[in-house]
């Protein structure tokens, strides 16, 4: 009898794993902006630009913008080739390069993730949800995205694993997040938030 007590966690674990694999990821429905124990005012001066296309795929809205981003870039470049005075672009173009591909590179797409993610901070995160959040250490690098701050910082890991980008739940980006994380090998619901993990963290 004792045997089978102090097994009988393991026993529960396993079966939860088996239920989890053979559930599919619920599908969220309501994304309107909702007061929970964690976010009580979430207004900021911002508009949410995106949420016009907001039932589009994560990857189609990232390639949107990474061809807007670059349309920008190579403008204010050939711009700034012509006149004396400059106009200087965000940090996040310091490593851009003018392209002119019909198919947006990695480092493209790279650039329009954190451009999502940061409008997605401006317009969701006011500075009353950072106080509330504060046990995540948010910090904001040197582009301007709101990143957590945890125990890692010290591993191997790569930047956006150690100091993931907040992302809040219930919010149409945290639910095209999970979607393109799940869609692409149909992982269960631990891999697939080990996936989100990697860049972002949900929360609210």
């Not at 631990?190 to 929360?203: D, F, G, P, V, W």
């Amino acid at each position: 009898k004792q045997w089978k007590q102090a097994y009988r966690p393991l026993a529960i674990e396993e079966a939860n794993y088996e239920v989890e694999l053979d559930n599919p990821l619920p599908v969220q429905r309501e994304e309107e902006r909702q007061a929970t124990n964690v976010l009580v005012h979430t207004t900021t001066p911002y508009v949410d630009v995106f949420q016009g296309i907001n039932r589009a795929e994560l990857q189609s809205i990232k390639r949107i913008v990474a061809f807007v981003l670059r349309f920008i870039h190579n403008t204010v470049i050939r711009r700034n080739a012509k006149k004396a005075t400059q106009i200087k672009l965000s940090p996040l173009f310091d490593e851009a390069k003018p392209s002119y591909s019909p198919i947006p590179d990695g480092l493209e797409i790279k650039r329009a993730t954190k451009m999502v993610a940061k409008q997605h901070q401006l317009a969701w995160i006011a500075p009353a949800t950072q106080a509330a959040l504060k046990h995540l250490n948010l910090y904001i690098d040197h582009e301007g995205i709101l990143r957590c701050r945890g125990r890692l910082d010290k591993s191997a890991m790569s930047k956006e694993a150690k100091f993931p980008m907040l992302v809040l739940q219930r919010t149409w980006l945290s639910r095209l997040i999970i979607e393109d994380c799940h869609a692409k090998q149909h992982p269960g619901i631990s891999h697939t938030m080990c996936k989100i993990k990697e860049l972002y963290r949900a929360e609210g």
